[in-house]
């Protein structure tokens, strides 16, 4: 019932200066952390996480007393004063879970992205320490029946939201196991105690792995990285190189690169291998994960943890996935072939062979794209981290009636010296707060994600009224080698800017009455539908017109634009099948058959099989894929979104696109968070009736 909104699972017309904070005067700030109150050294987490537990702990004793003591079966009871009586013990259920999660969800920004140990390990421990606790709420028996009884006396008073949040409780309840003996109800908490533990040391093992290899110089021919960062890097290796030899790691600035350009197979197997072993050590942790949570499925009565997950989703059912997935495979089972036939006779051209290893695909993807585009645009010209945010100021203004406007961020309140910041209003009415933290560094999560540090809601103070809270969001990702919003991105990370915007934005604009409601705090595989949306901004000439501006002032052209659409599209199938595996393999591998039986790397080599994907034996892909770990059986929600997104966004482009016409239809997806039937959300924002997602 009580849940933690953490992370989920692309000539400037106007200049973006991104404000700098000095780590090294964390000692005595001027601000606390994210301008939030009492966070001022790292040792404020645990202080912080006392507090929280001690206004949860009197929350809870006030809503017992209230509910206990109040005869709803009494006639003369049965006024209106019984629902005021209602609602208010509502607010405190809300504003337990919101007293929580106000630490717990930046404990889990900041242990994954502070540049301070300090701060990164009293995160750590506030997390652990409360995440036991929500695992004991969620088994207290009497805040169950507190539920029940608001329940069944509320329902026929309660407006929309109000019914649709205590019946939310009460399933979320008995799905934690409330309705379970005593006994198993406490081996319940125990093991998710286990698997919070083991979820971190996944992810810690994620962004703390890292290879350094060396190559021949010579084998290096296409690319030119840059020579401090490889100076640098030969200190590390051991034993030294040799001076003919290049030192590498299997960072992403290195990776992608050396798959997407190097002509030599060698040198693209030895960048494969190195990145798809670097974290042999979580193949262990993934086989307890799997193994306890189905563990706990079990307990709690259902087949699998796969089908644990789905129940309450969109789909309404693992089996309804497994078909959507199906589907998937065979709308795209012609169009796979030719494209893998494509690749297959680049390749014989350039090395005399038609196998098709994993190495392969980036850079002959690359290749059959670069030969058949008419135009010589580069994307990356036009795109910077300065004009890409200029382009959300345009979504948000033009389409959503939104002011989005930097701030500084003050000495003290960041958590990395590169840190940006934005402050949202309406009308001239504050909405939310964004911080942006771009740029790769060490021990830093190293994905792209979006973080909610608080909800938006109406939350109880001390008086029990009601207070207006804003959202605090952020986004994290790793763009480039650059940490200036000058340098070019590519249009991939691009797309990945606004794909987290769109996550942000739903959390900004969402307005409802309950935090456990707010923004992305709903079924996954409707909140990533805004996000996919998010991402046509970046790809449609009506909005990259606004922004996509290289520094001799050129605009990016039309039928550039539609060229690249073009070429993008080139390889869609195999794109689409690479997802739909990795879909099915997140099914399989928290699925009712296979474990004890079978481990994570025989089951993803046999759907390679499967799927006629080419695959590497050695390596373990699973190893370092962080979604397996927040969105275990959830990895569905992509593509399933994607299709929603895609049908929404031309509804949208037939209005006109950057208006607020547009916007009307995409506002309607944002506003009612998690407090609307998702079904309604998608057929309001269509403007017809929607018949269900389909492959």
């Known amino acids: 019932m009580f849940r933690s909104s953490y992370g989920l699972g692309r000539n400037i017309q106007q200049i973006v200066h991104p404000s700098k904070n000095n780590l090294s005067s964390l000692a005595s700030p001027v601000a606390p952390l994210l301008n939030l109150s009492g966070y001022t050294t790292p040792a404020s987490f645990l202080a912080q996480t006392d507090v929280a537990i001690s206004q949860c702990v009197s929350l809870r004793s006030d809503l017992l007393s209230s509910v206990n003591s109040f005869d709803f079966d009494n006639s003369n009871n049965q006024t209106n004063e019984t629902y005021p009586n209602l609602i208010l013990n509502l607010h405190r259920l809300d504003s337990i879970s919101n007293s929580i999660c106000s630490v717990i969800d930046l404990a889990e920004l900041i242990r994954n992205v502070h540049k301070s140990p300090e701060w990164r390990e009293k995160a750590n421990e506030s997390f652990s320490v409360l995440y036991g606790f929500i695992s004991e709420l969620n088994t207290d028996v009497e805040l169950y029946n507190a539920v029940r009884k608001i329940e069944e006396h509320g329902l026929h008073k309660f407006d929309y939201e109000e019914s649709r949040m205590i019946k939310l409780l009460r399933t979320e309840f008995e799905s934690d196991g409330i309705h379970l003996p005593d006994a198993d109800r406490s081996d319940i908490v125990g093991l998710k105690n286990e698997l ?41 290796l051991t034993p030294p190189p040799q001076p003919s030899e290049t030192v590498l790691t299997t960072d992403n600035y290195f990776t992608s690169s050396i798959l997407k350009y190097e002509p030599s197979p060698t040198l693209r197997s030895e960048c494969y291998i190195q990145s798809h072993t670097v974290s042999s050590h979580n193949l262990p942790v993934l086989e307890d994960l799997r193994s306890l949570r189905h563990e706990i499925a079990g307990k709690l009565g259902f087949g699998s943890h796969a089908d644990r997950t789905i129940a309450d989703k969109m789909a309404g059912g693992r089996g309804n996935v497994i078909d959507f997935l199906e589907e998937q495979v065979l709308a795209t089972e012609e169009g796979f072939k030719r494209e893998m036939e494509v690749l297959a006779e680049k390749k014989y051209e350039r090395e005399g062979t038609r196998d098709i290893m994993p190495w392969d695909i980036p850079y002959y993807v690359n290749i059959c794209k670069e030969e058949n585009t008419v135009s010589s645009m580069d994307y990356s010209e ?26 500084k961020v003050e000495r003290g309140e960041g958590w990395c010296d590169t840190l940006i910041k934005y402050n949202f209003s309406s009308e001239g009415n504050h909405m939310g707060t964004l911080y942006l933290d771009l740029y790769p560094r060490e021990d830093k999560y190293n994905h792209a994600a979006h973080f909610t540090v608080r909800c938006g809601c109406k939350f109880l103070d001390s008086s029990d009224s009601l207070t207006s809270q804003k959202p605090v969001v952020a986004i994290v990702a790793n763009f480039g080698s650059s940490d200036s919003v000058y340098s070019n991105i590519s ?49 449609d000439w009506r909005s990259l017109r606004e922004f996509a501006v290289r520094q001799d002032g050129k605009v990016i052209e039309e039928k550039d634009v539609k060229e690249a659409e073009r070429i993008k599209g080139m390889f869609k199938n195999l794109e689409k099948r690479q997802q739909t595996l990795y879909s099915e393999y997140d099914q399989a591998l928290f699925g009712p058959n296979v474990v004890d039986e079978v481990d994570s790397s025989v089951i993803l080599e046999g759907l390679h099989g499967k799927y006629s994907m080419p695959f590497a034996k050695g390596t373990h892909w699973q190893s370092t894929f962080g979604h397996l770990n927040t969105y275990g059986a959830a990895y569905y929600a992509y593509p399933w979104a994607q299709g929603i997104a895609g049908n929404v966004f031309n509804e949208m482009s037939k209005v006109g696109l950057m208006n607020r016409e547009s916007g009307a239809k995409l506002g309607s997806l944002l506003r009612p968070g998690g407090s609307k039937d998702p079904f309604q959300l998608v057929e309001r924002a269509l403007g017809y009736e929607w018949g269900g997602q389909k492959g």
């Open 196 to 236: 919070m533990d083991l979820e971190s040391e996944f992810q810690n093992n994620i962004i703390s792995s890292r290879n350094i290899y060396s190559v021949p110089s010579k084998s290096l021919t296409a690319l030119n990285f840059d020579p401090t960062v490889l100076s640098q890097l030969r200190s590390h």
């Open 382 to 407: 036009y795109l910077t981290v300065s004009n890409c945010l200029s382009g959300m100021k345009n979504v948000c203004s033009k389409v959503l009636g939104v002011d989005m406007v930097e701030e």
């Open 491 to 539: 249009h991939n990370e691009a797309e990945t800017l606004f794909h987290e915007f769109g996550h942000a934005m739903h959390s900004i604009m969402s307005r409802t009455k309950f935090q456990h409601m707010s923004g992305t705090r709903g079924a996954v595989d409707f909140v990533e539908t805004p996000s996919h949306i998010m991402e046509y901004f970046v790809r």
